[in-house]
């Protein structure tokens, strides 16, 4: 019962982020829900407008968070993700070169979080409550490493 609650939360997340965002441009962005933990530890992909999250993994990994905190993340993720459909990839260099992925994913990491800190509380209006505080590891982790590039 507690996952079904997670998986509708995600899904309003999604598509609330898309209908307010920037991706008009775009002409279909989908979600794709999955039950699955990875061996790979990945929260969430995005690649030719799907947006995959792996919502078993997030539970998984954050099972000792907050309702609010877990919510938190969800958020952070999805809005992740959608930011990756707004950036240019290379993909064979994504996959090729650590630098360069690292890159991408510290950069996305910032337009997700600036979205979330600037549209807050229109996002906690639409969508219900979450936590802000799972968000200082990650924000740190990318300035940290945006700062060295």
């Known amino acids: 019962m507690l996952y079904l609650k997670y998986e509708e939360f995600t ?3 999604f598509k609330f982020i898309v209908k307010s965002g920037n991706y008009n441009k775009l002409k279909y962005i989908r979600l794709k ?11 969430g992909m995005a690649y030719r407008c799907t947006v995959r999250i792996f919502l078993d993994q997030i539970l998984f990994n954050k099972r000792d968070y907050s309702e609010y905190d877990i919510k938190g993340y969800i958020v ?4 992740h993700e959608l930011s990756h459909l707004l950036q240019s990839i290379d ?3 994504y ?3 650590k630098k360069y992925r690292n890159f ?11 979205y979330i800190k600037e549209y807050y509380d229109i996002l906690k209006e639409n969508i219900g409550y979450f936590s802000l505080d799972v968000l200082m590891e990650p924000e740190r982790n990318a300035r940290e490493y945006l700062n060295k590039v």
Not at 34 to 40: C, L, P, S, T
Not at 104 to 114: F, K, N, P, Q
């Open 33 to 43: 829900i999955h039950k699955e933990i990875r061996q790979d530890d990945t929260h």
């Open 76 to 79: 952070f993720v999805v809005a």
């Open 95 to 97: 996959h090729s070169e």
């Open 104 to 114: 991408i994913e510290a950069s996305a990491d910032i337009v997700a979080l600036e």
């Open 11 to 13: 899904k309003s997340v």
């Open 91 to 93: 993909i064979k260099r």
